[in-house]
């Protein structure tokens, strides 16, 4: 009702003096944008170009840690099978990763892309990001690591990286991810986190989740176990690409104003 009402009222002059109006007006417009920017992120490419993988973790971590080295290693052999290679663009793990797409995208395979967030006590981009997207809230930032990516692996992180974990995994609950979408999980914490959540979620007395709710992410020991689900998913990803752009091709070999189609047509004698 409000919103008609305010409606109404903008085929008029509203003076600013009039409050509940001009408050009216507001709400309006706003509720209507995010109406425009929900149709708008509905939208999505018939085929991608190219299979992006997120890696979200820790910030604090230092690079003499023997897991900067392990993430570095993974997202270099991401990169190295082709995989472009996304982050939150800061320090730490994030950097590890940027850091490693680009020692293995010197032959312009990968690319490198941070998304970041503006906060006052955070750096600034690490110098390893190709390509970097400012946001400045989570809520923008979360969904653009949604539309990029094709695949989710997270290393050991705090507060941000576990938010950013449970919304992917309540999403591919919810089904708006593709089921199939791998949230890789390695290191013992996260074993415990899906422990902690299938022990008191799933508890008899009153369910909070599915069963096969826990069954969303796959907990891995070590970045050589990740790579090997990536590997398999990203191999099924570039049959389905390669499927996709054999049908398009014949698509339009087949119209008749094609070059292709006339010469169909005149085989047949048409």
Partial sequence: MAAKSAAKKTSQLISLADEDAVKEILVSTILNLWKVVNDLTGLRPSKK?????????????????WVFGE????????SEMGC?????????????????????????RSRSYGVRVDLPFEQEVNPFVE??????????RLHQFVLMSDAFVVVPGGIGTAL??????????VRHLEDRTPLILIGKMY????????????????????????????????????????????SAWRKEQRRGKAGVQ?????????????????????
């Avoid at 170009?49 to 840690?65: E, H, L, M, N, Q």
């Fill in 164 to 173: 950013e974990t449970l919304m992917v995994w309540q999403l591919l609950q």
């Fill in 49 to 65: 170009g190219r299979y992006r993988v997120t890696i979200f973790g820790s910030a604090r971590v230092p690079k003499d840690s």
């Fill in 250 to 270: 014949a698509g339009r070999a087949s119209r008749p104003g094609t070059r292709a189609g006339r010469q169909t047509t005149r085989k047949q004698g048409l």
């Fill in 131 to 140: 390509q970097a997207f400012e946001h400045r809230t989570f809520f923008t």
């Fill in 84 to 108: 472009d290679i996304v982050t939150g663009g800061g320090p730490g793990l994030m950097r590890a990763a940027n850091e490693g797409a680009a020692e293995a995208g010197e032959g312009g």
């Fill in 71 to 78: 993430v570095k290693r993974l997202a270099r052999t991401l």
């Fill in 191 to 234: 074993s415990y986190l899906v422990d902690w959540a299938r022990e008191h979620m799933l508890n008899p007395e009153f369910p909070l989740a599915n069963p096969e709710d826990m069954k969303i992410p796959l907990c891995v020991d070590n970045a050589d176990e990740a790579i090997t689900v990536i590997r398999k998913h990203h």
